[in-house]
């Protein structure tokens, strides 16, 4: 068991930029696969990106890609979401979630859906709005 810490949330206006961190503090998340959500108010939780801590492999959903880039320090035990270049849809409150094996194995070339995460974060609240 272990908490998933997620930071770097804020306001900004359309065009401007946030780096969220997800940090499990003394775990190692090095055959974890991490992924970030969102969820807007009154819409369903949406993936946004994920990344396999064992090769660093990376998935975006369409409407990020290009702008979203996730990263990892397997060291620090964190990952980060680069937001640039942000757009009034990516309001909401942001999720960072890690799951050891199905994730890994049975979504080889894909995010897998929320539901297969073991592990979430409190979540952090970005607002973009001119």
């Known amino acids: 068991q272990f908490a998933l810490e997620e930071s770097g949330g804020g306001s900004v206006q359309p065009g401007g930029s946030l780096r969220l961190s997800c940090a499990a503090p003394?775990?190692?998340?090095?055959?974890?696969?991490v992924g970030w959500f969102r969820q807007a108010p009154g819409k369903e939780r949406e993936g946004v990106s994920c990344?396999?801590?064992?090769?660093?492999?990376?998935h975006y959903v369409d409407s990020v890609k290009g702008r979203f880039t996730i990263a990892r320090d397997n060291a620090a035990h964190t990952v980060y979401l680069q937001m640039n270049n942000l757009k009034t849809d990516d309001t909401g409150v942001y999720y960072c979630?890690?799951?050891?094996?199905?994730?890994?194995?049975?979504?080889?070339?894909?995010?897998?859906?929320?539901?297969?995460?073991?592990?979430w974060g409190q979540g952090t609240q970005v607002t973009v709005s001119s």
């Open positions: 979630a890690a799951e050891a094996a199905k994730a890994r194995t049975q979504y080889p070339t894909m995010c897998a859906p929320g539901e297969v995460y073991d592990y």
């Open positions: 990344i396999k801590m064992h090769d660093g492999s990376t």
């Open positions: 003394g775990f190692s998340l090095d055959y974890y696969t």
